[in-house]
């Protein structure tokens, strides 16, 4: 499951992606509380028969069903699974590496196994796209300073790194110490204030005031928004700045290396200015000219917790030059045809994970494999065995499944739903034809029979259908945790932005999420084989009686910090569309009776402009939502049918 500091932590709990579904009649909610009130009839094969009659059109028990216990078989194969996912030798299994390329191959193995049919493009078992994975330096990147004799040069390498997010091109300009480059009112704190950078190369130090000070006007220990380097690229931006420079302050971080920017897995947009990490000596250089030393301006600014800016007399050359890495992956797809061909259903969950981390990674500094055992080996784990038992079930009996049932494993979640989005963008059957999709996420480590139901109020039946079906399953009986809404961090949101209800399956998170500690060792078999089971059953359900009918869900914060994120900044409720990176953020659509929605923001709009800063991608917009404060009057400008719209919005509270 994804959510990091700079894409879906931003991209949909620091955004503020501030994201009802219209309640069943009292007819349903009586059948439903009259039905929890009996007891389950564990030892009934025909045990969902307790569902009202008008609810499933067809047989209402699940065809093949579940066992009454996990066997030591079944927790076998399920430990079996994670450890070849979870294999350290697959590399975490991220986008452009040979390792996760290996883990869909064996996917689509499994699938044939199985006994399910190709369902990618053009008969085979896959759909391949390309992404963007990261950035590779490569000369010329020189920082040049002074001039004659007095001329210093810094080569990529120890003394300078571009970051990743930099635009390619070269500056000579006059240089500006910014301090730590952060303008926040909200603490009283402004490095820009009365300082003159148009045109200027900043420079400015990593982190913010009061690093490691409990007392200070900031967090102390912990960062605040402020300290993301990204954040800091775009405040420069928007203050009129050219250029970037980063250093670490020698307070705290004196010889630490410069960090080079990822070539996989980290998927830049550019920021709009150029932009690099250099080392102290090179910033000694600069600063040397005005008679300071970096270590004395730190210093000034740590004494009394205020800026201490000021213009250099010299100018320096910044040349950048990046090469964009792209990478092809593959979602992996099987099938079980249905007697039906215009009535389809989805199960999915993504194979993919991290890599060797980098910045979604919560062990930032680790370069090693995160093998994303629950997240999300558990997922594909559970999707394998389900689709097992009921292709033996077709083998064993000729069932043939009403509507034509594909089985997903999406790539690219990780960094930004891609896989999923791609496949509904470029579904292999009618998008139309689509009644509904389960998605599995971390569904690893059930604790104490508690299990997460998202996306039961994306159509007026789903409630009910969970809840039956949780009785009806010996191996459920979960406590079911529900929320109606159909967005959060995981793939199930690309099929809900199209308007096909969702139900989305997680067992909690934990502290090794996003670790390399997300080992297999610590993955609950018997939990993946009772999910799957449940997930199995509800796809039975499904199959079983008409089309779902859709509703607009009731928008829940919480399903956007499922990872234990917090947002920051104000609520607008937009839902933007992840596979545009540039030219404005593109809106999938608007949550109902949100800020957006009643400013008159709509889905296929695109916010280019937000209080008159610039909007060109998703980091720009989350920079402008965590500037302003709830309840503030902002006007956005979309490009909407090829013209510019200008609306006006008043800022929410996150709920």
Not at 13 to 31: D, F, R, V
Not at 199 to 225: C, H, K
Not at 370 to 394: F, P, Q
Not at 610 to 632: C, H, W
């Amino acid at each position: 499951m994804s959510g990091t500091a700079v894409r879906r932590a931003i991209v949909l709990s620091a955004l503020g992606l501030a994201l009802g579904a219209w309640g069943m009649g009292a007819g349903w909610a009586q059948k439903s509380d009259a039905v929890q009130a009996r007891p389950p009839r564990t030892g009934d094969a025909r045990r969902t028969q307790v569902m009202p009659p008008d609810y499933i059109a067809e047989r209402p028990e699940t065809r093949f069903a579940s066992p009454a216990r996990v066997t030591a078989d079944d927790s076998l194969e399920v430990r079996l699974y994670e450890r070849t996912l979870a294999d350290p030798k697959w590399e975490g299994r991220g986008i452009g590496t040979a390792g996760i390329d290996s883990a869909a191959d064996w996917i689509a193995a499994r699938m044939q196994a199985a006994g399910l049919q190709p369902g990618g493009d053009d008969r085979t078992w896959f759909q391949p796209f390309d992404v963007t994975t990261g950035v590779i330096a490569q000369a010329p990147c020189v920082l040049e300073t002074g001039a004659g004799k007095a001329a210093s040069r810094f080569e990529l390498g120890v003394s300078l790194e571009p970051l990743g997010f930099s635009t390619n091109g070269s500056s000579r300009s006059r240089v500006v110490f910014a301090g730590y480059g952060i303008t926040a009112p909200g603490y009283r704190y402004d490095d820009y204030a009365g300082l003159d950078v148009k045109d200027a190369i900043v420079l400015v130090l990593t982190q913010e005031p009061g690093e490691m000070d409990s007392t200070s006007r900031f967090d102390g220990s912990i960062n605040t928004p402020y300290a993301e380097v990204r954040t800091k690229a775009i405040n420069a931006r928007e203050h009129g700045a050219l250029g970037m420079l980063v250093v670490n302050g020698p307070k705290y971080h004196a010889g630490e290396p410069l960090k080079a920017p990822a070539p996989d897995g980290a998927g830049y947009m550019t920021s709009g200015l150029l932009a690099a990490y250099v080392s102290e000596g090179a910033a000694n250089v600069m600063l040397g000219a005005a008679g300071r030393t970096l270590a004395a301006a730190q210093a000034a600014i740590e004494a009394d917790t205020l800026p201490h800016s000021f213009a250099l007399p010299d100018s320096v050359t910044l040349t950048v030059n990046l090469k964009r890495v792209r990478a092809r992956t593959r979602n992996v797809v099987g099938m079980i045809a249905g007697r039906d061909t215009t009535r389809t259903l989805v199960i999915g969950a993504h194979y993919d994970h991290l890599g060797y981390g980098g910045s979604s990674s919560l062990a930032p500094n680790v370069h090693v494999p995160h093998v994303g055992a629950d997240d999300n080996a558990s997922g594909v784990t559970a999707l394998l065995t389900a689709a097992e038992r009921l292709a033996a079930g077709r083998a064993r009996t000729g069932w043939k499944p009403t509507h034509a049932i594909y089985f997903v494993a999406f790539t690219g979640e990780e960094i930004g739903l891609v896989g999923s989005s791609h496949f509904t963008d470029d579904p292999p059957r009618p998008l139309g034809t689509i009644e509904a999709m389960i998605n599995m996420d971390m569904v690893g480590r059930l604790r104490a029979d508690k299990l997460q139901v998202m996306g039961v109020g994306t159509a007026a039946e789903l409630d009910t259908l969970v809840s039956m079906t949780n009785r009806a399953v010996p191996l459920a009986h979960f406590e079911l945790h529900r929320s109606e809404d159909g967005y959060g961090p995981s793939d199930h949101s690309s099929f809900y932005k199209k308007k096909v209800p969702v139900l989305m399956l997680f067992t909690g998170t934990h502290m090794d999420y996003h670790k390399p500690s997300d080992t297999a060792d610590k993955i609950y078999a018997a939990g993946v084989v009772r999910v799957s089971c449940f997930a199995q059953a509800l796809l039975e359900s499904l199959d079983a009686r008409p089309k779902l009918t859709y509703t607009k869900a009731k928008a829940d914060a919480s399903s956007g910090r499922i990872a234990g994120g917090g947002g920051y900044g104000a609520y607008l409720g937009t839902v933007p569309d992840f596979m545009q990176t540039e030219g404005g953020v593109l809106l999938s659509g608007v949550r109902p009776g949100g800020p957006a929605e009643k400013a008159g923001l709509r889905g296929g709009d695109s916010i280019i402009r937000f209080e008159g800063m610039r909007v060109d991608n998703i980091y720009d917009y989350t920079f402008a939502l965590r500037s302003r404060k709830p309840g503030q009057d902002v006007r956005i400008t979309v490009r909407r049918d090829g013209k510019e719209v200008v609306l006006v919005a008043t800022l929410g509270r996150r709920p």
